[in-house]
């Protein structure tokens, strides 16, 4: 719903940088309210903040990095971009399930969630730097 129709009213509206942060935010949200449920609907009410995170989140990223990057190198950073997510995909299962058996069952929640906050925090700083780069 997010991706297919939502996001570019959205982000036209409330602005990329806003809503990659706030995707973000979100996300984190949710991954702690997933560590802390032991019931169904607090469980239900995390699993929709992290969906509606990541719709926020995967659109985006391309979005700013290809703005972001010089035109010379947005083939670069788009495919590195990609490939970072792609290496996610692949180490984050492996990991959150060692985590979920050797450390505890929040671990690997609580561990996504502190993720979701460092990419909030880049998004402040890279929109700052942005901003920055455009008043010079």
Do not use: K, N
Request: aromatic share 6%; glycine share 14%; hydrophobic share 50%.
């Amino acid at each position: 719903v997010i991706q297919g129709g939502l996001i570019g009213p959205l982000s036209r509206a409330a602005g990329e940088f806003r809503l990659l942060i706030t995707g973000a935010l979100l996300l984190a949200c949710g991954m702690a309210g997933l560590a802390v449920s032991y019931q169904a609907l607090p469980m239900m009410v995390a699993v929709v903040l992290v969906g509606v995170g990541t719709g926020f989140l995967q659109p985006l990223i391309s979005s700013q990095a290809s703005q972001v990057a010089p035109p010379s190198q947005q083939g670069a950073v788009l495919g590195l971009a990609q490939s970072c997510g792609g290496l996610a995909r692949t180490v984050g299962p492996v990991a959150s399930g060692w985590m979920y058996a050797s450390w505890s069952t929040q671990a690997p929640f609580l561990t996504g969630m502190v993720s979701a906050l460092a990419a909030a925090g880049l998004g402040l700083l890279l929109r700052r730097e942005t901003a920055d780069d455009a008043g010079r």
